[in-house]
């Protein structure tokens, strides 16, 4: 009986947890006209992880992205300059981020625009990543989810644009 | 007359069916009340449900249900991916970080312009006071 009670507690659990992830405002959003969208699967990322040659960095020093990338399950990218989409893509994004156990990494404001990044996860592994971009003309949204790192994540976005 | 214990069960079974031969009404209350008895705890808790047992029963599987049907809506709504190509793939991703690495540095700059600034002001407070 117990079990029993236990299984459909997790069961219930697991749609709830699932009604509002960054997949699903993906799905909701990515079709809408006025919205650029990217998603890259995990057999994506795994056939990426074998490129012979995965390093970046603009100013001669390369970063290595392999242990980042060998660890990602999903990588969602919307962007859009409708301002009907962005309050709606706000919304829900808010309701993410208040839902979840996320925490506000950074908060940025400068020259009108205001980017937050968001960890959900422990000290050193982070579940999902989110970064949401928004000035007066456009929003973006950019979500990472795995098991990541923590201080590979941290280390490799403090030194790409160094 | 045979002892009971010494028949067969042909002669056994004879007898019973024997319409000639009356039961005593005692015996017959005793038997009944025997297969009652045993009528009664035949119905053991686990043949009756218990009604919250039932309730429980029902919500596990309206949960399973509700499992599989999300699990199954779920699968059918996965994103597509935008890239076939994985040079291409790497290449969105590389951008990406790079975009989200550059909007992360700007963040670092102004908390440490913000900081130098408390800083000089802290240290022109303390200057003014000694």
């Given at each position: 009986m117990k079990r029993l009670f236990i299984i459909a507690a997790l069961l219930l659990t697991g749609i709830m947890a699932h009604a509002q992830d960054?997949?699903?405002?993906?799905?909701?959003?990515?079709?809408e006209n006025g919205v650029s969208a990217v998603y890259?699967?995990?057999?994506?990322?795994?056939?990426?992880?074998?490129?012979?040659?995965?390093?970046?960095?603009?100013?001669?020093?390369?970063?290595?992205?392999?242990?980042?990338?060998?660890?990602?399950k999903g990588f969602y990218l919307l962007n859009t300059s409708d301002q009907g989409i962005i309050r709606r893509l706000n919304s829900d994004v808010k309701?993410?981020?208040?839902?979840?156990?996320?925490?506000?990494?950074?908060?940025a404001k400068q020259?009108?625009?205001?980017?937050?990044?968001?960890?959900?996860?422990?000290?050193?592994?982070?579940?999902?990543?989110?970064?949401?971009a928004m000035d007066a003309g456009s929003a973006t949204f950019i979500s990472m989810d795995g098991l990541i790192n923590r201080d590979a994540l941290e280390r490799m976005l403090a030194n790409l644009n160094r | 007359m045979k002892e009971k214990e010494?028949?067969?069960?042909?002669?056994?079974?004879?007898?019973?069916?024997?319409?000639?031969?009356?039961?005593?009404?005692?015996?017959?209350?005793?038997i009944r009340t025997e297969l009652d008895t045993l009528a009664f705890l035949a119905e053991t808790p686990a043949a009756r449900p218990h009604r919250f047992t039932r309730i429980a029963s029902i919500a596990a599987s309206l949960?399973?249900?509700?499992?599989?049907?999300?699990?199954?809506?779920?699968?059918?709504?996965?994103?597509?991916?935008?890239?076939?190509?994985?040079?291409?793939?790497?290449?969105?991703?590389?951008?990406?970080?790079s975009y989200m690495s550059s909007k992360m540095e700007k963040g670092m700059d102004s908390i440490t312009s913000e900081t130098g600034a408390v800083l000089t002001k802290t240290t022109e407070i303390m200057d003014k006071l000694n």
């Amino acid at each position: 009986m117990k079990r029993l009670f236990i299984i459909a507690a997790l069961l219930l659990t697991g749609i709830m947890a699932h009604a509002q992830d960054s997949k699903s405002i993906y799905n909701k959003f990515s079709d809408e006209n006025g919205v650029s969208a990217v998603y890259i699967s995990p057999s994506m990322f795994k056939m990426i992880g074998k490129l012979p040659e995965i390093e970046i960095g603009d100013y001669g020093q390369k970063v290595d992205i392999t242990p980042i990338v060998n660890t990602l399950k999903g990588f969602y990218l919307l962007n859009t300059s409708d301002q009907g989409i962005i309050r709606r893509l706000n919304s829900d994004v808010k309701s993410l981020l208040g839902k979840g156990s996320y925490e506000l990494m950074m908060e940025a404001k400068q020259d009108g625009e205001t980017v937050r990044f968001y960890t959900d996860g422990d000290d050193s592994i982070v579940r999902s990543f989110v970064m949401m971009a928004m000035d007066a003309g456009s929003a973006t949204f950019i979500s990472m989810d795995g098991l990541i790192n923590r201080d590979a994540l941290e280390r490799m976005l403090a030194n790409l644009n160094r | 007359m045979k002892e009971k214990e010494n028949m067969s069960m042909t002669e056994l079974e004879a007898i019973a069916l024997d319409g000639s031969i009356r039961v005593p009404e005692k015996l017959r209350d005793d038997i009944r009340t025997e297969l009652d008895t045993l009528a009664f705890l035949a119905e053991t808790p686990a043949a009756r449900p218990h009604r919250f047992t039932r309730i429980a029963s029902i919500a596990a599987s309206l949960a399973l249900v509700a499992a599989i049907g999300f699990g199954v809506d779920s699968y059918r709504h996965r994103p597509k991916d935008t890239f076939s190509d994985p040079q291409q793939a790497y290449a969105m991703l590389e951008a990406s970080l790079s975009y989200m690495s550059s909007k992360m540095e700007k963040g670092m700059d102004s908390i440490t312009s913000e900081t130098g600034a408390v800083l000089t002001k802290t240290t022109e407070i303390m200057d003014k006071l000694n």
